[in-house]
Structures are given as C-alpha cells and as structure tokens.
C-alpha cells in the first residue's frame, strides 16, 4: 500500500514558502487598498459633518 505523503525536496518547500509570501503580500496589499478607500470615505464624511 503506498502512501500518499512524499518527501519533499528543499528547494520545493522554498519555492512554495515564496509563493505565499508573495501571494499574502497582494493580499494584503488589496486589503489595504479597500482599507484605505473606506477610511478616506469616513474622513470625507466626518469633514462634512463638521459645524
């Protein structure tokens, strides 16, 4: 019976720890783009409100 887990390679785990570096940095990139876009909506408001 042959297993379903296999060694993998050093070079392999490093590729895949680059990707998800890189793929949670455009996440929160993205993230912090809509963040940013919300926050200027509320301060535009808040100016607004202003007396």
Do not use: T
Not at 18 to 33: I, K
Request: charged share 35%; hydrophobic share 30%.
């Amino acid at each position: 019976m042959e297993s379903n887990s296999r060694d993998w390679s050093k070079s392999e785990i490093e590729q895949i720890v680059l990707w998800l570096e890189d793929y949670q940095a455009m996440q929160n990139s993205e993230r912090f783009r809509r963040n940013k876009k919300a926050l200027d909506k509320c301060n535009y408001i808040n100016n607004s409100l202003r007396f």
